[in-house]
């Protein structure tokens, strides 16, 4: 292992940068092997720092020129070295002159200025501007930027920065010139160019206001054919934001730009987003109703960060969150007001909770776990994780829960009254939020300072002489690295309470009523609250629509659950206890499973699934949610030892069982939910097909001929791709003779679409059948490209992540592939490699027998010799905590 241990950054050492920048101007001359940028900086020395020197971030840069108020510097003048460049000594005021090279071709790491399929992009988020120039690449440096863009016009025709276009000509001998100006101030991490030969869809749209901007979609040519949905969700987003929160759009122009090599989702650019294509490109064809909802939401998410991000931005990267979390709650509520529905809006709440439940709880209980606002790091490129993001817009909506709808509203318009223009922390969001409320939100500021998931663990009692019931709420918070201890979080816990007849019974606490349900707050590590007035022994609906990120333990019996999962009038909470149920099953059958012993599954729990499945009164997708299983990862964080292949028998056990049992309900409701006529993506179409869908694939888990033929008919027959992709999954997974005619025949019809290839390979690598050796040949194929982060995540992620039984094969195979692509990887993408490298960072959970070739292999990738701080950071801290 290397010895040498890579710097870590502590935010309580943060300084304020010595001096500020004014005027940025840049100018590009853009080619691929040997870009010159020049750049001209006017500064001032920060009255707040004590610091004298000019410091600028700069990596992987060839200092070309250097001048000071129009003198050259020499080397004695300056100081360089792989990361930054320091003038001492300077000047209150100065103005900088740095012409730089840089080599875009040859960054595979997708990380400042680079080239994709022959044109030009930026990353420049978290720290991708100073691979562009020197600057003091930090956020909390706001400045004007006036851009100029010079390339070959043949090759580049579209020349794209931030703001708005001032001017744009030829300047002779085939090249052309394009200058852009973003009125506003911005960090370095907001700066975007684009140089590409592409074609865009526009359209000019009315604002509240009533000035007109002019709304552009870009994509590479041949896939204008699928940029409405995009362009839509954009006008969607505008508008509701207006409405819901009054915030507009203050540029003429707003450009979305999709690259298919790209290491994230999209980039909030000031007026000009990247986007991952992902995230764009959609029509029946190609896209399902999965990839119509995740552009929406995207759209959605980068274009509400012009307000919560661009106009008030970060203090420093500990602050994501700031950005990051509330961000995502705005396009959490945009999405579900999309809608429009109640119904809706549980079934976008319910997945939330499944995405916690997945991915976010295993972060908080594994070597990587941080808080909202993280206390230090080594490569900050590793924070951009569900706790920051997902779990950030769970502190922002328990804040809502705590104010009101209202009350926040109120907090969002003095958030930004104080702070727009600014960077800014966490506590200065937390601040406006109690500030224009009359709120105490001190002790809610633990929920950013303190990592980890809190237990709420919950008893009641009922006294059917006083007609009193009992509720006592009991918080504790396990031990994270760095963090022991924790203090009592502020919890809004909602609650209600059924009688035997499903119906809600009114509530009273303290004399107060407070209709049929009630947030309490819990503030210590235990409070009891009593209910009167209650006229009989109640079921506890407890935490409803999960009002706060914690793991409640309440010992609900199988009769409480079947009730609540019937009559719950909280639809997150009904289909909670289905989870319950569920879950309490699977634990059982791994048990078993691993002991040898006969499985089982009870009539009582087969009986309450059909009744939900064939409940007309239910919307489609949430009956849809209330029949998913939890997943195998979901399972094994509710064991001690995790046995990936007892877990996947288990389950498999199951789906297969429901797949007999309701056979002919399955059948019924295939049939009751089809959509006959043009393909639509909206919410209750997508409902009835996912419902269609689930049926078809627990018929798989029980293959006969008669399913078989019904998952090729559909696959055969599909008039869009969620069907087809739907029925191709279930060949796949019933292992049916005509899988790999279908899946040779799916690949031959989307060959050139990239992003379904994406799903072929996605596909192949999590089916059960797939081990290492399949995985190694499909990296074979000449459509797989490690230097694409979308066929990596769509093959190798797809296996290592989504397919744990064989991934924890026995013989150590996964492991070692692991190490082999880690290392592969982080040669080319560190941001990348790290990712893959989570997929192992919680290795002292599982058998004894998997924990050692899991080691070997983690320690195999610490020894890397030219290991990123990116991965290193993530391995050394899975082999120590």
């Not at 995207?298 to 106009?311: I, L």
């Not at 744990?804 to 993408?829: C, K, T």
């Given at each position: ?19 500020l ?45 250097l ?43 997708l ?176 896209a399902t ?44 509520e ?43 790091f ?37 958030y ?70 924790k203090?009592?979080f ?6 209600g309470?059924l ?17 049929t ?78 002991a ?34 939890p ?50 993506p ?57 899988a ?134 993530v ?7």
């Amino acid at each position: 292992m290397r010895t040498d241990t890579p710097a870590t950054i502590y935010r309580q050492d943060y300084l304020p940068p010595s001096y500020l920048v004014d005027t940025v101007e840049l100018g590009f001359d853009l080619d691929p092997a040997r870009t010159i940028v020049a750049s001209r900086l006017t500064m001032r020395r920060n009255p707040d720092s004590a610091e004298r020197a000019i410091v600028l971030c700069g990596e992987n840069l060839e200092l070309v020129a250097l001048r000071m108020n129009g003198k050259t510097l020499g080397k004695r003048e300056y100081a360089i070295d792989d990361k930054t460049l320091r003038i001492p000594n300077a000047p209150e005021r100065a103005t900088l002159e740095i012409e730089t090279l840089t080599a875009p071709r040859q960054n595979t790491t997708l990380n400042g200025l680079y080239v994709s399929n022959g044109n030009f992009f930026t990353q420049c988020e978290a720290e991708g501007f100073r691979h562009i120039t020197y600057f003091p690449d930090r956020p909390d440096v706001m400045a004007k930027f006036t851009v100029m863009l010079r390339a070959d016009k043949q090759r580049y025709p579209v020349l794209l920065s931030n703001g708005n276009l001032i001017e744009e000509g030829d300047l002779g001998d085939g090249r052309h010139f394009a200058k852009w100006e973003d009125p506003f101030k911005k960090p370095s991490y907001l700066f975007a160019l684009v140089a590409a030969r592409l074609e865009c869809q526009e359209e000019t749209f009315a604002l509240a206001d009533g000035r007109e901007a002019l709304l552009q979609v870009w994509v590479e040519e041949g896939n204008l054919d699928k940029t409405n949905y995009a362009m839509q969700s954009l006008k969607n987003s505008i508008r509701w934001d207006e409405q819901r929160y009054g915030l507009e759009l203050d540029l003429d122009r707003f450009m979305i730009v999709a690259v298919g090599d790209f290491n994230m989702g999209a980039m909030e650019n000031k007026g000009l987003n990247i986007f991952n294509t992902k995230y764009v490109l959609a029509n029946p064809r190609v896209a399902t109703d999965t990839d119509y909802a995740g552009i929406e939401a995207v759209v959605g998410h980068e274009y509400f960060h012009n307000w919560t991000g661009n106009r008030v931005t970060c203090r420093d990267w500990f602050q994501l969150s700031l950005k990051e979390g509330l961000t995502v709650f705005r396009d959490q509520e945009f999405s579900a007001d999309m809608i429009g529905t109640d119904s809706g809006r549980a079934v976008s709440r319910i997945e939330q909770v499944r995405t916690l439940r997945q991915a976010q709880f295993p972060e908080d209980a594994g070597p990587m776990a941080h808080p909202v606002r993280p206390d230090s790091f080594v490569e900050i490129n590793n924070f951009y994780t569900v706790t920051v993001y997902e779990k950030g817009a769970e502190v922002v909506r328990m804040i809502q829960t705590l104010v009101g709808r209202e009350g926040f509203r109120k907090g969002m318009d003095l958030y930004f009254a104080r702070h727009d223009g600014q960077a800014v922390e966490c506590d200065d969001f937390r601040r406006a939020m109690a500030d224009a409320n009359g709120r105490d939100l001190a002790q809610f500021e633990l929920w950013y300072s303190q990592a980890g998931t809190p237990v709420v663990r919950a008893d009641t009692s009922y006294d059917a002489e006083a007609k009193t019931y009992t509720l006592t709420l009991s918080q504790s918070c396990p031990p994270t690295p760095g963090q022991q201890s924790k203090a009592p979080f502020h919890i809004p816990f909602a609650v209600g309470l059924l009688g035997a007849n499903g119906r809600d019974l009114p509530l009273t606490i303290d004399g107060v009523a407070h209709g049929t349900g009630a947030v309490l707050e819990l503030l210590e590590a235990r409070q009891r609250f009593v209910f009167t007035d209650v006229a009989e022994a109640p079921t506890p609906s407890l935490l409803r629509d999960f009002s706060a990120p914690v793991i409640l333990e309440y010992d609900y019996s199988d009769a409480e659950l079947l009730h609540l999962f019937s009559h719950d009038s909280d639809p997150v909470n009904r289909w909670e206890a289905g989870q319950r149920l569920a879950m309490a099953r699977l634990l059982k059958l791994t048990a078993a499973v691993a002991a040898g012993a006969k499985l089982e599954l009870d009539e009582t729990f087969i009986n309450a699934l059909r009744k939900m499945l064939s409940d007309a009164s239910l919307d489609a997708a949430f009956r849809e949610q209330a029949l998913l299983l939890p997943s195998e990862s979901m399972i094994a964080d509710q064991l001690e030892t995790v046995n990936p292949q007892a877990i996947h028998l288990a389950r498999q056990f199951m789906r297969r069982t429901i797949g007999t049992e309701l056979r002919a309900d399955l059948f019924a409701q295939y049939d009751a939910n089809q959509t006959p006529g043009p393909y639509s993506p909206d919410a209750g179409s997508a409902g009835r097909r996912g419902l269609k869908n689930l049926a078809l694939a627990y018929l798989a888990a029980a293959p006969s001929p008669a399913n078989n033929a019904l998952a090729k008919m559909q696959f055969d027959t599909a008039g869009n791709m969620t069907d087809r992709v739907a029925a191709l999954g279930a060949l796949i997974h019933a292992e049916a003779e005509y899988a790999s005619d279908a899946l040779a025949r799916f690949y031959d019809d989307f060959e050139h679409e990239a992003l379904v290839v994406d799903k072929w390979f996605s596909m192949q690598a999590a089916a059960p059948g797939t081990d290492v050796a399949a995985v190694r040949e499909l990296m074979l194929h000449p459509a797989f490209n490690i230097k694409n982060p979308n066929r990596v995540r769509s093959l190798v992620f797809a296996f290592c992540a989504g397919n744990p039984a064989q991934f924890h094969a026995a013989d150590g195979s996964g492991y070692a592939f692991w190490a082999e692509q880690v290392g592969a990887l982080d040669a080319l993408n560190p941001q990348v490699a790290s990712r893959l490298a989570r997929s192992m960072d919680r290795w002292r959970r599982y058998a004894p027998a998997l924990q050692l070739p899991m080691k070997k292999a983690l320690q195999q990738v610490a020894k890397g010799k030219k290991l990123s701080n990116d991965v290193r950071e993530v391995v050394g801290k899975a082999l120590t905590n």
